[in-house]
């Protein structure tokens, strides 16, 4: 299993950890001009100045050298668009404040030289943790991020992160002045924020690519890393479509220009001077910059803004279902020819899709006639659409294509709490049937006190099955198998049995643990 990226060191981002272009190709092209002026200068004997290139193969060595291609800065963009860019501090509140600084004080002696560099340049989102907070704990909380202007009258984007629980927002501009702003709204699910400067009129802005980056691009980073304010660092567009594990609506660019705490809310630029994306996240095991860094996408940032201008927050269309992706193994089971779409674990009671007449077990092919390649491209999809709008579903319904039309609903702000039954005592009296070839014991659900009345309970696990391998647990409850309903041992049997004489390489079975349910692709093992 592929280890997911460690992000929780990001200081200040509340569910991953933050940090991304170099400049090390230039080092070496000037390493190799400069190179070649010194074998020059060496290959001559001793000489006056005067007659340095008297001799023609020095003459000549001097020619080549200044037919060589000098490399080309980011001089001339960087000038055009560092004033754009904003150094972001705000003050927290005061819980905040008093969680923060209970809990991590400056490792460092107090009144020593270091102490005093990270007071002054520190903040949750400036410094590592362990190094925030007042002296010893007293004090006013800050943070420091980084941002941009959008509009010469003021409107500025950064990450939510970088101004949440925020009572008082300060931006300094790269000219030095010092203004207040307010929130105008925020998106914690794309961890982005739209602030208003007050007291000018007429400020430098950024404007946002229409255009999409592709791997390989350069990009310049530029934003407040430690409260320095004003860095700018260049790189490549390293990936893009990145996951890293903060939501449905992750769809990250990838850069290896160097990032640091601080940058978050800053802009990376392509080389026509306009924002691909605001920086937001960092792969990080050591806090800093490792060339591993995550900017949101300029296209969400427009989508996102605009609502947040208008109305102050994001609204998304919602369909009403807990949605998983199509692993190779459930294509083979649902005898899908690709493992693509999004598979449908759960409709939500009384949702769009569930009084359309979606399923357990339908997947989700295409939305208006487009493909859809994944669970997390279905959720942007649909989240990108306004509440209220009629869309066609192509759905995989047991085995035949149909197609669904149903209006968006909204999608919740908060999630709701969902009754889980499945906490009481799962023990009972009942030991449970072993099911060969899977490595499980089952009971019937309504013989194992608080399990429920559908389905059977699974009551032990072999470690070394392939069940177990595919995350089952004691107290989980199959509802499922094979797309048919299953209440006690012997039917598990059966429709195993009838998944192996239809010549199938594993079973689909949805269950539910936690409250939730998922499907589940197992083996089945030969004979």
């Avoid at 490792?290 to 927050?313: C, E, N, R, W, Y």
């Avoid at 006639?369 to 997390?376: N, W």
């Avoid at 392939?466 to 429709?495: M, N, P």
Wanted: proline content about 6%; charged content about 20%; hydrophobic content about 35%.
């Amino acid at each position: 299993m592929t280890e997911r990226p460690d992000l929780s060191s990001y200081p200040s981002f509340k569910e991953p950890k933050r940090s991304l272009f170099s400049a090390r190709k230039y080092a070496l092209m000037a390493s190799v001009v400069a190179g070649l002026g010194v074998a020059a200068y060496g290959l001559s004997p001793s000489h006056d100045p005067a007659d340095l290139f008297a001799s023609s193969a020095h003459a000549q060595v001097n020619t080549e050298v200044r037919k060589v291609a000098q490399p080309v800065g980011f001089a001339d963009i960087v000038e055009r668009v560092k004033p754009s860019v904003i150094s972001v501090k705000v003050n927290l509140h005061e819980k905040m404040a008093k969680d923060d600084t209970n809990n991590e004080d400056s490792p460092f002696q107090p009144g020593s030289p270091m102490e005093r560099f990270f007071r002054r340049f520190g903040g949750p989102d400036g410094m590592p943790p362990g190094m925030r907070g007042g002296p010893r704990g007293r004090g006013v909380v800050t943070g420091q991020g980084s941002g941009f202007f959008i509009s010469a009258d003021g409107y500025a984007v950064t990450n939510n992160h970088v101004v949440d629980g925020a009572d008082k927002v300060e931006v300094t501009t790269d000219d030095g002045k010092t203004y207040s702003a307010k929130v105008i709204g925020t998106d914690p699910r794309t961890d982005l924020a739209l602030i208003k400067v007050e007291g000018g009129s007429n400020f430098a802005f950024a404007k946002l690519s229409d255009s999409k980056p592709r791997i390989g691009d350069w990009v310049l980073a530029v934003g407040n890393p430690f409260g320095l304010g004003g860095t700018v660092t260049a790189g490549i567009v390293s990936a893009s479509g990145r996951d890293i594990g903060n939501g449905p609506y992750d769809d990250f660019i990838q850069i290896d220009a160097p990032v640091n705490k601080g940058n978050s809310g800053g802009p990376a630029f392509d080389v026509s001077g306009e924002v691909m994306g605001v920086n937001t996240a960092i792969y990080s095991p050591s806090g800093g910059s490792v060339g591993i860094a995550f900017s949101i996408p300029a296209a969400t940032v427009k989508s996102v803004v605009a609502q947040l201008k208008d109305k102050g927050t994001v609204s998304r269309g919602w369909i009403g279902v807990q949605i998983q992706p199509v692993t190779s193994d459930i294509a083979d089971s649902l005898g899908m020819k690709k493992a693509e779409g999004a598979l449908v674990a759960e409709p939500q009671a009384n949702g769009p899709a569930a009084k359309a007449g979606i399923e357990s077990g339908d997947v989700i092919t295409a939305v208006n006639g487009e493909q859809v390649k994944d669970a997390r491209e279905l959720a942007r999809t649909i989240g990108s659409l306004p509440p209220g709008n009629a869309v066609k579903l192509n759905v995989l319904h047991k085995g035949q294509d149909k197609v669904v039309n149903l209006t968006l609903g909204q999608l919740p702000n908060t999630l709701e709490a969902k009754a889980d039954n499945d906490n009481g005592d799962k023990g009972g009296a009942t030991r449970g049937t072993d099911v060969p070839k899977l490595g499980l014991t089952v009971a019937p659900a309504n013989s194992v006190a608080g399990a429920g009345k559908e389905g059977v309970v699974v009551t032990e696990v072999d470690p070394k099955s392939s069940a177990a391998e595919r995350g089952f647990k004691e107290g989980d409850v199959i509802l499922e198998v094979g797309g048919k309903s299953v209440g006690t041992a012997g039917e598990v049997r059966d429709a195993i049995t009838s998944a192996r004489n239809d010549n199938k390489n594993s079973v689909l079975m949805r269950v539910k643990s936690g409250g939730s349910s998922r499907f589940v692709a197992v083996p089945l093992a030969k004979g």
